[in-house]
Structure formats: structure tokens, C-alpha cells
């Protein structure tokens, strides 16, 4: 049949002319069911047939093809980048878990109901409830099923900002590699393995509203979008999207929030782009809260990306330590709140601020580990002082105001609970008040998109016509929306991507054949 030269999507003039069972809109059908759909014809020929196409291959990604594999589906995994991990691979090596052994065993209440209220809070209430008690509920079972099906490793309980109790276990690893090179061994094991440099260019929807197969570029060369050969796959029974957010998207970033565009630095890795939410929403998914861009407020202008500080900071200052604005010598925030309340009060206070730990402080959070100290000061990222006076020297803050606020800080220690912004308190912290003293600067960098494809319950992504779930595709991860609100807490991550990412594998696996 031929194709219109004027139409860059392949629909046809009969199509365009004759419209049977649907009118053509601006690029899409409206099927006779109501959804949305994907004009152009299906391949005469496709290149490949599997049963499951999974597109990323971070902590979502991963999760599904397992659980799409071991459920006895064909599975192509597809990765556009030259490794697999994306930003699962560098992030901070710790994922939520209510209701813990470890948590037991330190004599901690806790429950998933806790931890859904503290991620509503976080995310000003703006979750869809449903999404984020799923991740609650099945939190504990996730990080069970990471110990006892991948053999992950953890080496104890992290407290991070805004969950109300220690909750989070923290990855021997000490980043997300410690998840991810497991998933990929025990992938490697069923026959799946990923391909990398292959780029999503289509989700292939078709009229009668079902998705049936994608278009991606093999060989692509990031970032030239136009580079590689086209390839068509067919997915008999789904398509899986868990190909991250556009942190490192300036342009995209800017549409949703125009103060983060440019180059403002971001903790992500630079494959975290948007053409594959583009093409999501082209094919008729629905976009959620795109305008909820985290900043990670734990960062240092000292280093590029995530770098070092963020374990410096959160597992040190936030618990140990304590912020101090610069410009007025005085604490600002409770150093353990959530991600958005901190990174918006030392924008608020000019982006001038600094985390400060001592020795001691230093010594009950990491066992006293001086060789990764010292390696974080040989890189300029923590700063060493012999005074309080030579930090308020160094750093041009009001010696006055700055002893006054370490002394008030003192005394709330030892009356056991902190007066001026009510942080939890470890019960072996100790005074602030033992030289050598440790220093990091902050300044917030762009960490983590809220926003995505929206999605239900059983991670299947819902049409933008009808609300329903469209036929054959799901969506796991940082690309699906409404799972965290305004702001996701430091470890839920972790927990969101394997708990969808497992819920998508199996799902798809399980999808009837569209043939």
C-alpha cells in the first residue's frame, strides 16, 4: 500500500481518506473503543518476534524481564545506553522497609501503614493512594525476595530524611550495583541478557487500541537520536516501558519547570532523557505531574553528578551533625525532614549553606572508616577544621551566632530531644563538640522526576481518551507517575521499581497472545 510522502508516520492515504473504524487526530486514531491509538500500519514482516519486550535496564527493568522470564516468556531486554544500570546502578544503595527483621532487633516500631503515611506526607498528599500503599505493603517482602532469590547483601539499618524511624537497609555495596549486578547474573541464568545501544523510537499501538510491538534504532550512538538502524520487534503479549525520568533532560526539565532548566547539575546519569515518555504520551498514556522535579539536597558544588557526598552527608551530618546557614551562622531545617523541605530551605536561605560533623560524630556513624574519609578530602568534596572558629573563618560565617546555635544544639542533646525543629535523634548521638571538624557544602542538584505515564495498581499504563489500560503495555519505575507526589523519600525508590517492576514482569508474561 502507499505510503503519503507528507505523513512522517507511515499512515496512508486510503487511511487518511477513508477512515473506516476510526477519524484521524492530529497524528492519532480514535479507535471505535474510545482509546487512542497509533496510526500506520503494522510491519508486513517484523524483524523479531518475542513474547515480553522490556525497554531499561535499571532496578525496574530488570525486575520485570526476571519475573517475565521466569514465568516462561520470551523476553528481549533493550538498553540504549553503552551499560546497563542506568541510574539504578549509581544511586545510594539503600531501599525502604517497613516492619523489618533489623528493625526488630533494635527494638523499632514500625509498619507499612507508617511508611505510607510518611510518603504522603513527603509527597504533600498528592500520591495516588493505591500506588504508594502498594510499594508500602509490599516493601518488606521485596527487600526478602532480594536476599533470598538474588542473594543481595545488606550491612544494616540507614535513617533517612522524612521517614519518621530507621527504616531503610543499606546495601553493602554502598550504590545500587549491589541489586543490579545480581538481577543481570540471575538473568544470565534464564537466557536473558541485555542489548545495549538498542533506542526506543516507536511503541507500535495499533487500531484496535492494542500495543504489538516496538521500533528502536540498533547501534545508537547517545546522544545523535537519529543515529543506528531500524529494527521492528514484535511483543505477543507486552511491551514493558521502564526507561527511567528526564533528570538529565534539560529541555524537557524546563517545560515543566522552567527555573530547572539550562545547565543546572543533576545527579543522573546522561541516558535519563524523555524521548521515550515522548512516545509514550504520542501513543495516548496519560502524563501525571510532570512539574515535580526532586532536588537531591544532600549534593556538593564541590564534585559533578551524585559523587560522594550524598553518604557523607545524609549518614553523617543529617543524624550526627548539623546545617548551618552561612550567611546567618544558625541551623535552618531539621537536617533529617524529607528531600523537598530540605532542598527548598537552603535555596531559601540563598544556597549557602554547609553540613558540619565532628569526630565523634563522625566515628558513630561509619565505625570511623578514615580511609573513605580520606579519600573524600583528598577530592576537595569534606573539608577538615581544627575549630569552630577556623570553619566560621574559612566559610565567612558570624562566629557569634554560629556558637550560639552549636551550644543550643548541645544542650537539646542532652536533654534528649531537639527543641528548635524536633529531628529524631539516634539514641547514640553525642554532642557536637569534637575536634577534628567536618565540613561539606550544599547546593541542591536535580535528582529525581515524580512525574510519568500513569498507571494502576497492576502497572498497566492507563489511555488518556478512556482511563482505562491500554491493551499490552505496562510501565514500571521513575517513567510511571503518581507513586511518590510532590516529593519521593530517600530509599522508596528502590522499593517503588522492584515492587512495579516484578507486578509488570508478571503481568506481561501473563497477558493473552494478540495473535
Known amino acids: 500500500m502507499e505510503k503519503s510522502r507528507d505523513d512522517p508516520r507511515g499512515l496512508s492515504r486510503r487511511q487518511m481518506l477513508g477512515a473506516g473504524a476510526s477519524t484521524v487526530l492530529g497524528g492519532l486514531a480514535l479507535s471505535a473503543s474510545g482509546a487512542f491509538a497509533q496510526t500506520g500500519e503494522l510491519p508486513a514482516e517484523w524483524d523479531e518476534t518475542v513474547d515480553v519486550v522490556v525497554v531499561g535496564t535499571g532496578f525496574a527493568g530488570l525486575a520485570a524481564a526476571y519475573e517475565a522470564a521466569k514465568a516462561g516468556a520470551s523476553v528481549a531486554l533493550l538498553e540504549k545506553m553503552r551499560t546497563p544500570g542506568g541510574n539504578s546502578i549509581i544511586s545510594g544503595g539503600v531501599i525502604a522497609a517497613a516492619g523489618s527483621p533489623l528493625q526488630a532487633e533494635r527494638g523499632i516500631e514500625d509498619s507499612p501503614q507508617s511508611l505510607y503515611e510518611d510518603m504522603l506526607r513527603a509527597g504533600l498528599r498528592l500520591n495516588q493512594p493505591e500506588l504508594a500503599r502498594t510499594v508500602a505493603e509490599k516493601s518488606m517482602e521485596t527487600v526478602q525476595w532480594t536476599i533470598d532469590e538474588l542473594g543481595v547483601r545488606y550491612a544494616g539499618l540507614v535513617h533517612m530524611g522524612g521517614h519518621s524511624v530507621p527504616r531503610s537497609y543499606g546495601l553493602e555495596a554502598e550504590s545500587g550495583s549491589g541489586i543490579i549486578v545480581p538481577q543481570l547474573q540471575k538473568l544470565k541464568e534464564l537466557g536473558v541478557e541485555p542489548r ?214 548541645n544542650r537539646d542533646l542532652d536533654a534528649g530531644a531537639d527543641r528548635a525543629f524536633g529531628r529524631y535523634l539516634p539514641a547514640d548521638i553525642g554532642t557536637v563538640a569534637t575536634p577534628p571538624f567536618y565540613v561539606v557544602r550544599l547546593s541542591p542538584k536535580i535528582h529525581h522526576t515524580m512525574g510519568g505515564c500513569a498507571i494502576n495498581a497492576d502497572a498497566q499504563a492507563l489511555d488518556i481518551r478512556s482511563g482505562a489500560p491500554i491493551a499490552g503495555l505496562y510501565a514500571a519505575g521513575e517513567v510511571a507517575g503518581g507513586v511518590h507526589g510532590a516529593s519521593r523519600l530517600g530509599s522508596c525508590a528502590y522499593a517503588d521499581c522492584l515492587v512495579f517492576g516484578r507486578i509488570a514482569g508478571r503481568n506481561a508474561a501473563a497477558a493473552p497472545r494478540w495473535d
Open 196 to 409: 545495549m545501544r538498542m533506542l526506543l523510537k516507536r511503541i507500535i499501538r495499533d487500531e484496535d487500541g492494542r500495543v504489538k510491538g516496538v521500533l528502536v534504532h540498533r547501534n545508537f550512538r547517545h546522544p545523535d537520536l537519529e543515529s543506528g538502524t531500524p529494527m521492528t520487534i514484535r511483543a505477543s503479549r507486552a511491551v514493558v516501558l521502564a526507561t527511567g525520568g528526564f533528570g538529565a533532560d534539560p529541555a524537557f526539565r524546563a517545560l515543566q519547570d522552567p527555573r530547572l532548566g539550562g545547565d543546572l547539575d543533576t545527579t543522573n546519569q546522561p541516558g535519563a532523557t524523555a524521548e521515550a515518555l515522548r512516545e509514550a504520551l504520542s501513543i495516548g498514556c496519560i502524563l501525571v505531574q510532570p512539574s515535580w522535579i526532586q532536588l537531591g539536597p544532600w549534593a556538593s558544588p564541590d564534585e559533578r553528578g551524585f559523587g560522594r557526598a550524598p553518604h557523607f552527608v545524609q549518614e553523617v551530618t543529617a543524624s550526627y551533625g548539623l546545617w548551618i546557614d552561612t550567611l546567618t551562622g544558625k541551623r535552618f531545617v531539621n537536617e533529617n525532614a524529607d528531600r523537598k523541605t530540605r532542598a527548598d530551605a537552603i535555596l531559601a536561605a540563598g544556597n549557602k549553606a554547609i553540613a558540619i560533623a565532628d569526630a565523634a560524630g563522625y566515628a558513630r556513624a561509619t565505625g570511623g572508616d578514615t580511609e573513605d574519609l580520606a579519600s573524600m578530602m583528598s577530592a576537595g568534596v569534606v573539608r577538615e577544621y581544627a575549630s569552630l572558629e577556623a570553619i566560621a573563618d574559612a566559610h565567612q560565617i558570624p562566629l557569634e551566632p554560629l556558637l550560639k546555635t552549636i551550644g543550643a544544639f
